[in-house]
C-alpha cells in the first residue's frame, strides 16, 4: 500500500512523533524512507521548538544536525532513508518534495496552535492536505520506547509474513482518534478572555484619545560651543600649556608665540609717541614765537607809516628829496608785507596744533595717532599668548608643537563648551503642529543608557533644513513627490545636575516634548 514514505523531521517531541509513526508505517509495509527537514525563510519564525530563530547560516548549521540525528535514528532501526535539507516555507517545501519523490504517504507532526499563532503562521495542515497528491498523516500519539520496540517487532513479523506472496493487501483502515473535549476549565478561560475582548478595546481607546501630548523624535544631537582657538597674530609658537583632551577654564594660557619681534615694535611705537610730544611741544613754542614776531612787525609797520607821512609832507614844500620819499613809501610796503606773511606763518602753525596751539598735547591728532600705533603694538605682543575665551575642553592640541609657525587666524586646535551644551532636534513638520518655545522635554542619550536630563524647547527654526542646502530640492516635475521636511528645533539642556554624566557635542540623543495637547475625543 505505501512503498514510499516521506518523514518531515526537525528534531523536536512533534518531529520524532513522525519520525517513529513513520518507522513503524514503513517497517509494516516495506516502505522506501524518505527524509526532509526545512529552514524557515523568517528569521523569527521555527518548524519545531528543537531549532532556534537565529540567522539563516546559524540555522542551517542547527538544521543540519537535526536532520543527522534523524538519519541517525532510522539507520539504527535498520532503515537505508535518503535525507534532504531545503530553506523556504515547511508547508510548500513538503508538498514540492512530496511530488519529486512520487511519495505515498506524507508524515508530519501536529503542534497545537492559540487562535491568534493560527491567525498569524496560517493554516499549514491544510495547505498540506489541498496541495499533495498522497495520503497525509498528522501524527499526534506519543509513543513511548518500550511500546515503540514491541509495535517494531510486531511491524517486522508482519513485513516478513507478508513478503513471500505475490500481492500486499492493504490493512482495514482505523479510524483516526477523535479530538478530546477541551476540559471545562479551558472553556471558562476562554469564556472569560472573550468577555474581557470588549473591555481591552474600549481601554485601548480611552488612552489612545487621552494620548498624543506628547511628541518624540531620535533625529536629535547634542551641540556645544565650539571654537577653533587662533591668534590674530603670526609667529613661532614657543610653548604649548595644554594637552589632549583637557580641562580650561576662562582666561587659562593655552599656547604662546615668540614675542621678541612684537617686543621690539612696542619700543619703536614709544620712541615714535615721544617724538610726536616734542614736535608737538615745539610747534606750540614756535606759535609764541611767531606771536612775538608779529607784534614786532606791527611796530615797525607804524614807525613805517609815520616816516612815510613825514616825507609826505616835506615834500610837498621840497624840503625832502625825491628819493627820500620814494624810500620812505618802499619801508612802509615791506612793514605791510612783513606783517602779512608773520600772520600766514602763524596761521599755518595754528591749523598744525588743530586749531588750539595752547592746549595739551594729548588731544592733538599726530599724537593720538603715534598713541594709536603704540597701543596696537601692545595689543599685538599681548596677543602672543593665547587664551581660553570660555571653559571647555580642548581637543586636536598634538597638532599644534613648539617651534611651527603658524599664521595670523589659523587655527591651532578647538575648544569645546562644557557648561552650555543644546540640543538640536529635527522632528518632521507634521508633528510641529502644537509645539512652543518653553514646553517642557525630557532628553535620553544613546551614550548614557537609563539617564534622563531635562530642557526647554528654546526656539524653532524659521526655515527648513532644506533651504539652507547647497542644492535645494526643485519640485517642479510632472512625477513629483511630496516629502515630509524636518524642522530643526533648539532645546536648552539643564545641565546643572551634577549627579549626571557630562554631555559631549555630538552624541545621538533622542527628545520627548510635552505639547499639552491630547488628542481628545476629536477623533470621533
Not at 613754542?285 to 609832507?313: C, P, W
Request: some cysteine.
Amino acid at each position: 500500500m505505501y512503498q514510499r514514505i516521506l518523514l518531515a523531521y526537525d528534531g523536536s517531541i512533534e518531529g520524532r512523533t513522525a519520525l517513529r509513526e513513520g518507522a513503524l508505517l514503513a517497517r509494516r509495509y516495506g516502505a522506501q524512507v524518505f527524509v526532509l527537514s526545512v529552514i524557515p525563510e523568517g528569521a523569527g519564525a521555527k518548524l519545531g521548538e528543537g531549532v532556534g530563530g537565529g540567522g539563516v547560516a546559524q540555522q542551517r548549521v542547527e538544521y543540519e544536525r537535526v536532520l543527522q540525528e534523524g538519519m541517525a535514528r532510522l539507520a539504527a532501526l535498520g532503515f537505508e532513508a535518503s535525507g534532504k535539507l531545503v530553506i523556504g516555507e515547511p508547508a510548500r517545501e513538503i508538498a514540492a518534495y512530496a511530488e519529486l519523490v512520487q511519495a505515498d504517504l506524507v508524515v508530519v507532526g501536529h503542534r497545537r496552535q492559540s487562535a491568534i499563532g493560527r491567525w498569524w503562521s496560517g493554516a499549514s495542515g491544510a495547505y498540506l492536505s489541498d496541495h499533495i497528491r498522497c495520503s497525509l498523516l498528522v501524527c499526534r500519539n506519543v509513543i513511548d520506547d518500550e511500546r515503540f520496540a514491541s509495535l517494531l517487532d510486531q511491524g517486522a513479523a508482519a513485513a516478513t509474513a507478508a513478503r513471500p506472496g505475490p500481492v500486499v493487501h492493504a490493512p482495514s483502515a482505523t479510524p483516526a482518534p477523535a479530538h478530546a473535549a477541551p476540559p471545562a476549565g479551558r472553556r471558562r478561560l476562554r469564556t472569560v478572555l472573550f468577555l474581557l475582548l470588549p473591555l481591552v478595546l474600549i481601554a485601548g481607546f480611552i488612552v489612545y484619545a487621552l494620548g498624543g501630548s506628547t511628541i518624540s523624535t531620535d533625529n536629535a544631537y547634542v551641540e556645544a560651543d565650539t571654537v577653533g582657538v587662533s591668534a590674530d597674530v603670526s609667529g613661532i609658537v614657543r610653548r604649548v600649556y595644554v594637552k589632549e583632551n583637557q580641562p580650561v577654564t576662562r582666561g587659562q594660557v593655552l599656547y604662546t608665540l615668540r614675542s621678541r619681534q612684537y617686543r621690539y615694535a612696542v619700543d619703536r611705537a614709544d620712541a615714535q609717541l615721544a617724538a610726536v610730544r616734542d614736535n608737538l611741544l615745539a610747534q606750540q613754542a614756535g606759535y609764541r614765537e611767531m606771536q612775538a614776531k608779529i607784534a614786532q612787525a606791527k611796530y615797525d609797520l607804524g614807525y613805517s607809516q609815520v616816516q612815510f607821512h613825514r616825507a609826505t609832507n616835506l615834500a610837498r614844500v621840497n624840503i625832502v628829496s625825491r628819493t627820500g620819499y620814494d624810500t620812505a613809501q618802499r619801508d612802509l610796503e615791506r612793514a605791510r608785507q612783513a606783517l602779512a606773511s608773520l600772520n600766514e606763518r602763524l596761521a599755518g602753525i595754528a591749523a598744525s596744533l588743530n586749531g588750539h596751539p595752547d592746549g595739551p598735547v594729548q588731544q592733538y591728532p599726530q599724537y593720538l595717532s603715534a598713541l594709536a600705533a603704540r597701543d596696537e603694538a601692545a595689543r599685538e605682543l599681548a596677543h602672543t599668548v593665547v587664551r581660553a575665551p570660555f571653559d571647555g575642553i580642548v581637543t586636536s592640541v598634538p597638532s599644534l608643537q613648539p617651534g611651527r609657525y603658524i599664521g595670523a587666524s589659523i587655527t591651532a586646535f578647538y575648544l569645546v563648551a562644557t557648561d552650555h551644551v543644546w540640543v538640536r532636534a529635527n522632528p518632521k513638520e507634521t508633528a510641529l503642529t502644537y509645539v512652543r518655545p518653553g514646553q517642557a522635554v525630557t532628553i535620553t542619550v544613546d551614550t548614557y543608557p537609563g539617564q534622563t536630563w531635562h530642557g526647554a524647547v528654546a526656539s524653532i527654526s524659521p526655515a527648513a533644513a532644506q533651504q539652507f542646502s547647497l542644492l535645494p530640492a526643485q519640485n517642479t516635475s510632472g512625477n513629483w513627490v511630496k516629502v515630509v521636511q524636518r524642522i530643526p528645533v533648539r532645546i536648552a539642556v539643564d545641565t546643572g545636575e551634577r549627579s549626571l554624566p557630562p554631555l559631549r557635542a555630538g552624541m545621538s540623543a533622542e527628545v520627548s516634548i510635552d505639547t499639552g495637547h491630547t488628542r481628545g475625543w476629536s477623533i470621533l
